[in-house]
């Protein structure tokens, strides 16, 4: 007897077929069986979706074969996929296939057999090894560990740098496990840089007991191989000899885990989260959704633990008192570890210094003195590169690059002009490609140029040392030129951590998360930016990245107290600065959500961007225009508020022309079924639109960027 399967495959993009194929299978197929199908003339990774049906039709082709040795993926990861898939309104096998490791994908039936017998390694023992007690927690962190036990969440833990959010987790973890011995948790972090050091935390914890396999990572900056090896032990779970704790960026909110019961996004507030291509899912807010759908489905609690000392605005409205409507509980840990204290907050008003300052002689002085002690100081310039512009100094030649519009930032240490949008690199010209001048000169300053400088200016400077020691001071540049190569970060770090710089200079790369204990003075160089920017979230964004930044000082107890956060700004009267002073997040959320729910904007609202890629803008715009003429009497349209067609920021990349639309609704239910019932029209417009030089165009839910 033969079974009709429905089977999820990735098809070509934009194809007509949306949901799963049919086909013929000999067997019963459990749903969420990985089987390998034909599809045309190519054999292709699909997954079981439905339950079977008796066969009927002679026409199907069969399954070609099953991937055995793998335990069916459960019904709430199948329900995970389809709310993304519908959510972010990409079809079912794009967002099924993307969710499993790329390898499984390449494996053939042959291949696959031979990873299947290849030796399982043996089992690190357990119990081995000896794990250094951890701390009692403090008082704040018992509260909310409490609360975290007896309360179903989703919990907001919104608490300082450096109180202690990481030995929460690590305990909420432990206690999760500890309860079940076929229980999993995720812990989820914002970006590959920061998984070693939560990594080694974990480890230390945990390998002692559970046995190191027990912990695996899922993060794009492993092998296939390796991913592959984490998810299927993720997969197998504790009871199969499987991984108890995953570790992971965004992408393991799809991590398959049969007995996840607890959920940790540390750093929620981070834009990270968010997926910039593709199915542009929020793994912040799947977590959240993940944390109901597996407690339905288990019928034991899984709870979702987000972190931060800083909070989206929206998780911050979330977790307002419930008796306003909050659907997050919030757990305050307003103290840092061991009475230290926040470092002081210093803003400098760079209106009463001379023109093109760079950095202000009462800063420099500060940060002379912190040397001299053998202190550290950070400098914070979200800028990478020597000069955002080269610029000649007799015609209107500037580095623009010939496919965006957008500079070429001038690269000093390689004499090259590079975009940072296309990657169109060139030489320096010796001369003005326009009149020949050769005096071209750097407009602007990025981290390289701030490195340069700062060595200059401290050259009379010396650190505290022995006779005869070379006592120089050591300036250290960290952003992605400089962490390009595998390793260069973690070894950069390493030597901030062990003292061996003394002025750190860098990107928000430094800003996030890191652990320095000898740091006790750092700078905002020329954070205004933000503070104009026609992003709607970028006062956000700049006050995160500030808390954060500021966090970074002081974390030794011992010199909290005498710990600096320097702010050189055009605007000191600013509210945002006014906040940060007190570190006042509350305060400034506040403002911020008044100021959102005046506008009609997230989270009072919920928005949707369409863009567009065209050969010419004018193209781009007329297919958006197109398309939202025709969605008037779509459902949900009367609650929807679509906005004119707009180039974007960077309106061109790589010779292409980008366009959006923003889409608006106070309902999001509304916004949802409008949405999909727009992507028809969308798929229609582009086809039999008429309009030639369209090459693209995406729906972005809940974005970012505006
Ligand atoms: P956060 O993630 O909130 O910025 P961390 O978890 O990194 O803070 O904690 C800051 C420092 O305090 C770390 O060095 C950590 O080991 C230490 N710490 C955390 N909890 C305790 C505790 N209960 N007792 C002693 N030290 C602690
Ligand atoms: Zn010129
Ligand atoms: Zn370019």
Redesign the pocket.
């Known amino acids: 007897m033969l079974f009709t399967v429905s089977v999820v495959v990735q098809l070509p993009a934009h194809s007509a077929l949306a949901g799963p194929l049919s086909y013929a299978s000999a067997q019963l197929l459990a749903p969420g069986t990985l089987v390998r199908v034909p599809l045309g003339r190519r054999e292709t990774l699909g997954v079981v979706w439905d339950a079977a049906a008796q066969h009927d039709e002679a026409t199907l082709r069969p399954v070609t074969s099953v991937l055995d040795g793998i335990a069916p993926l459960n019904a709430a990861w199948r329900q995970l996929v389809g709310f993304a898939a519908g959510y972010y309104q990409r079809a079912l096998g794009e967002v099924a296939l993307a969710a499993l490791p790329p390898q499984l994908r390449e494996l053939d039936a042959a291949q696959w057999q031979r990873r299947l017998q290849r030796k399982k390694r043996a089992p690190t023992a357990p119990g081995s090894g000896d794990a250094m007690a951890p701390?009692?927690?403090?008082e704040e962190?018992a509260l909310a560990l409490a609360r975290i036990q007896a309360e179903d969440g989703p919990f907001l833990l919104f608490?300082s740098?450096?109180?202690?959010?990481?030995?929460v987790y690590l305990r909420a973890v432990e206690e999760a496990l500890a309860a079940d011995p076929l229980a999993q948790a995720l812990v989820m972090v914002p970006e590959i840089n920061l998984t070693p050091q939560l990594e080694a935390r974990f480890v230390d914890r945990f390998a002692p007991r559970f046995g190191r396999q027990a912990l695996v990572s899922l993060h794009s900056g492993m092998t296939p191989a390796q991913r592959l090896a984490s998810w299927l032990a993720a997969h197998a779970g504790p009871g199969a000899g499987g991984a108890r704790i995953v570790l992971g960026t965004r992408m393991a909110v799809f991590a398959a885990m049969p007995g996840l019961r607890l959920i940790v996004v540390d750093e929620e507030h981070d834009p990270s989260y968010k997926q910039q291509e593709g199915a542009r899912y929020s793994a912040r807010d799947l977590a959240v959704y993940r944390g109901r759908l597996e407690s339905r489905h288990s019928g034991q609690r899984c709870a979702v633990l987000l972190g931060s000392a800083t909070p989206s605005l929206e998780s911050w409205h979330h977790s307002r008192p419930a008796a306003e409507g909050g659907k997050y509980l919030r757990l305050p840990m307003p103290s840092r570890?061991?009475a230290g204290r926040l470092p002081a907050v210093r803003l400098v008003d760079m209106g009463l210094q001379p023109r093109n300052t760079q950095l202000a002689p009462q800063l420099l002085a500060a940060i002379g003195e912190r040397i001299a002690r053998g202190e550290q100081a950070m400098l914070l310039l979200n800028r990478r590169g020597y000069a955002p512009v080269l610029a000649c100094a007799s015609c209107d030649w500037k580095s623009l690059c010939p496919h965006c519009s957008a500079y070429r930032v001038f690269h000093k240490i390689d004499r090259s002009l590079r975009c940072h949008h296309c990657g169109f690199a060139e030489r320096v010209p010796r001369a003005c490609p326009e009149c020949g001048d050769v005096d071209l000169a750097p407009v602007g300053r990025g981290t390289e140029r701030l490195e340069e400088h700062l060595a200059h200016l401290f050259e009379d400077i010396q650190r505290p040392g022995a006779e005869g020691e070379d006592r120089r001071v050591r300036v250290l540049r960290i952003d992605a030129d400089s962490t390009r190569h595998k390793g260069a970060l973690e070894e950069q770090l390493a030597q901030v951590h062990a003292g061996a710089v003394d002025v750190l200079v860098g990107t928000q790369m430094i800003a996030k998360g890191h652990?320095f204990r000898r740091i006790t003075l750092v700078a905002a160089v020329n954070p205004d930016g933000a503070l104009f920017s026609s992003d709607f979230r970028a006062p956000e964004r700049l006050f995160a990245l500030l808390m954060q930044a500021a966090?970074r000082a002081g974390?030794d107890a011992a010199q909290g107290a005498a710990s600096e956060m320097w702010v050189q700004t055009a605007h000191p009267q600013h509210a945002l600065f006014a906040a940060l002073r007190r570190h006042d997040y509350p305060a400034f959320a506040q403002d911020q959500l008044t100021e959102r729910l005046q506008a009609g904007m997230p989270p009072f609202s919920f928005q949707a961007l369409v863009r567009a890629d065209a050969r010419t803008q004018q193209a781009a715009q007329a297919f958006l225009t197109q398309a939202s003429g025709a969605a008037t009497a779509l459902p949900g349209a009367d609650q929807v508020v679509l906005y004119p067609a707009v180039p974007t920021a960077i309106q061109r990349v790589a010779n292409v022309e980008r366009a959006q639309m923003l889409v608006e609704s106070a309902s999001r239910a509304a916004l949802q079924q409008f949405l999909s019932a727009w992507q028809t029209v969308l798929h229609a417009t582009r086809r039999d639109g008429g309009i030639d030089g369209v090459l693209r165009w995406a729906i972005d839910v809940d974005p970012l960027a505006v």
């Open positions: 701390p009692a927690p403090t962190q608490g740098t450096g109180s202690g959010k990481t030995e570890v061991g652990d966090g974390r």
